[in-house]
């Protein structure tokens, strides 16, 4: 996936099988009939290219990158044993100078309602060009700057650490940006969860870092 200027950039590379009673598999081994929204696969290109393996068949492949960029796509036919090369070009189309773009509410794998590792979210992020991912788990904080390396997308994410503290009372709160450090219990974060909303006002400074 390229830039309008002829630029590899990141982006959402997704695969939808074209009339398949089923994207994935047999009716016997699903879990929904349109689990997954009719996508077979959905990629994040990071490096100039990615390996997608499908199913053989036909497939709209449609290339994204959040709300500032056009979308592109191709039809492609995936026979058994071959390979293709697909090439798609998305402008961006939206001016954003001088902003940024953020998700405040990020879970990965600290979480007990996510699996998808720090690397992952991070490349997602990349991806779909959300520039500060905050990442706001359950009454944890885990080390972010070791996957930032790994993902290889810091030219594109800076991510900041924070937590999501649940009260008994008034629901959920994004508290951020906050500073990890594993000598602390659960990383640092600075709420258990249950805390009446009544008790959350604290004041406190420190300096952040990932």
Same mark, same amino acid.
């Given at each position: ?6 630029? *590899?950039?990141?982006? =959402? ?9 089923? !994207?994935?598999?047999?009716?016997? @081994?699903?879990?929904? !009939? ?7 696969? *959905? ?5 100039? =290219?990615?390996?997608?393996? +499908? +199913? ?11 709300? /500032? ?9 995936? %026979? !058994?044993?071959? +390979?293709? @090369? @697909? ?9 954003? %100078? ?13 979480? !007990? ?10 490349? =997602? ?23 930032? %390396?790994?993902?290889?997308? /810091?030219?594109? *994410?800076? &991510?900041? &650490?924070? =937590? ?19 000598? +602390? ?10 805390? &009446?909303?009544?008790?959350?006002? @604290?004041?406190?400074?420190? &300096?952040?870092?990932?």
């Amino acid at each position: 996936v390229r830039s309008g200027a002829g630029d *590899v950039i990141p982006a =959402q590379v997704t695969f939808f099988r074209i009339d398949a009673e089923s !994207p994935f598999a047999p009716e016997p @081994v699903r879990f929904d !009939p349109d689990w997954g929204g009719g996508r077979s696969l *959905v990629a994040f290109q990071i490096e100039p =290219q990615v390996i997608a393996h +499908l +199913l053989p068949g036909e497939y709209r492949v449609a290339a994204s990158r959040g709300y /500032s960029w056009e979308v592109d796509e191709s039809t492609i036919v995936v %026979a !058994p044993g071959t +390979l293709q @090369v @697909v090439e798609l070009t998305i402008d961006k189309t939206v001016d954003d %100078a001088g902003w940024t773009s953020a998700d405040l509410h990020l879970h990965a794998f600290w979480s !007990p309602d996510s699996e998808v590792p720090y690397p992952v979210r991070l490349r =997602q992020a990349a991806a779909n060009d959300v520039a500060m991912p905050v990442f706001t788990e359950h009454t944890y904080m885990g080390p972010i700057a070791p996957s930032l %390396a790994a993902a290889g997308v /810091s030219n594109w *994410v800076t &991510p900041l &650490p924070g =937590q999501e503290v649940s009260t008994v009372e008034y629901g959920h709160f994004g508290a951020y940006p906050l500073v990890y450090d594993a000598t +602390l219990p659960s990383g640092g974060a600075i709420f258990e969860h249950g805390w &009446p909303g009544t008790g959350l006002r @604290v004041s406190f400074s420190r &300096p952040y870092s990932i």
